[in-house]
């Protein structure tokens, strides 16, 4: 199996859930990345690209390949920050 996914990574739970309610108010995921992530992929709306199940810490694949499609999901804790995470496919 392998997923496509965009995230938006930030330090703390209460920015996540900031821009998380954005989102939920119809914002832009991948301009909202580009603003606000703090991983290299936000420079590309946060896309990570194709994955498979481990490549991924336990926490973000849990998300990737476990919860609903197309919907974001977080904040999700990890040792970088916190995750909001949008499946894209899974195949």
Do not use: W
């Not at 920015?15 to 909202?32: C, H, M, P, T």
């Not at 990570?48 to 694949?61: H, I, N, S, T, W």
């Amino acid at each position: 199996m392998k997923a496509c996914a965009c995230h938006i990574l930030v330090k703390t739970q209460n920015e996540a859930e900031k821009i998380k309610s954005l989102l939920d108010k119809g914002g832009n995921f991948q301009q909202l990345a580009k603003k606000h992530s703090l991983c290299p992929s936000g420079k590309k709306g946060g896309d990570l690209g194709e994955f498979r199940p481990g490549q991924m810490v336990k926490a973000f694949d849990n998300v990737v390949f476990k919860k609903p499609i197309l919907e974001v999901h977080g904040p999700v804790k990890t040792q970088f920050g916190f995750h909001l995470i949008k499946t894209l496919y899974r195949k």
